[in-house]
């Protein structure tokens, strides 16, 4: 049985075409999914801290007393003390390189601005943090410190008051123990706030708030079908989210120059999370489509086996090797696809990089795999999921902040802009805003218009 699925996208019925752009967000978006998770809402709005108590030991196995649902400062602390060397250093290089990238941003898109863009007429935005924000950061299937790095390190830059992160605890602990990789994490970013709770009810706490976990007015971070299912679901009540952050997925784009050796290694890279999760390769060689097939069948083969298992659901279902026609092509199924992670492994990098224009984040060559932008490169990793990198990006200092647009006028400007201004005023039927101008002594008299 051939391991990876390979398509020839032109031959492809259009319904298949819909179910591979689609892939996770199929699953998010189906319907008894999403009536279960307005049904634990609604019981986290009824009964607060009791109602994300039961849900956590539902889901998670996990029992826990009311107590126990804020994580300690103790635990915190002794968390971080009991992280090995190699691990802490791993954790302050990401946080290290993750805060280049966010300060470099700030300072270069989202410092206050002001401009004269005519005589007179002086436009500008100002820029703060939003005031409270929830990080949500997934268990189950691993544990990920690197998710709070990456998602922590820029609402610390962006300086958010209050940052509440909320972890599942270990499936089926005794005593409902937290990842304390992800913990020593929080300490080295001066994270208090940390809580332990079920996935979906941790997202429906942070949007009605509880006797212990705060309400926040956004919530990131990415997870399940089921977590991002309830990311969505809190938009109706008010809280803003970062769409989608869901299962990985990743689009390798390649012609027969690359190495299939490293293309099999960053193809797996992304298998390995689960079966829920993408990992394609779109090239326009038969032949290497050959090659790489017989490279991951080699290096599968050295895997554990519930993550061998998790690659080969994956190259059997979403992902596996796509074929086109030309290069061209490939870069033009991409934008279409718009990718979480897009690796261009391609003669000329930057002049495939210069066809693409949606991607939550562009890796160019074969010595920028995914997996160093997951841990160690700072660029954004939490990415948007599903095609939705074609209407946002990835998580960074600005998902935390907030705009305000600034305007200052003389009195020569604004008599300028009083003829267009009545015009659009009498025609909308806003006398009031008419009389901004009409009781200043401005513009002609137009109340037969």
Known sequence: MPILAIRRWADLPDAERVRLLARST?????????????????????????????????????????????????????????????????????????????????AATSGEWQRE???????GERFAPIPSVGLFVPTGKASYPSVLCQIGTPAVVARVPEIAVVVPPIPG????????????????????????????????????????????????????????AAQVLAQRFGVATQMLCGPSESLLIADDSADPWRLAIDLLNEAEHGADSAATLVTDSVELAATVEAAVAEQIAGLPDVRAAAALAVFSDLGGVILVDSMEEAVALADVYAAEHVQIATREPEATLALLHYAGEALLGQDTPIGASSYSIGIPATLPTGGYARLNGGVTARTFLTSTSTARLTPAALAGLAEPTLALADHEGFPAHANAFRLRGLGPDRHEA
């Open 117 to 123: 863009v005519r005589p007179g007429f002086l436009v």
């Open 173 to 228: 602990s005794r005593d409902g123990a937290v990842d304390p990789a992800t913990l020593a994490v929080a300490r080295e970013l001066g994270i208090e706030r940390v809580y332990r709770a079920n996935g979906p009810a941790a997202i429906a706490a942070l949007t009605f708030g509880t006797e212990t976990i705060p309400r926040v007015l956004k919530v990131v971070g990415p997870g399940s079908p089921a977590v991002t």
């Open 26 to 106: 199929a699953a998010i978006f189906e319907p008894t999914l999403m009536a279960s998770i307005e049904a634990i809402f609604v019981d986290v709005r009824e009964r607060g801290d009791a109602a994300v108590l039961d849900a956590t030991e539902r889901f998670d196995g996990v029992r826990l007393d009311r107590g126990r649902l804020a994580v300690s400062e103790a635990e915190i602390g002794a968390a971080h003390d009991a992280t090995p060397a190699p691990l802490l250093a791993g954790i302050r290089e990401a946080i290290a390189n993750s805060r280049l990238f966010n300060e470099a941003q700030l």
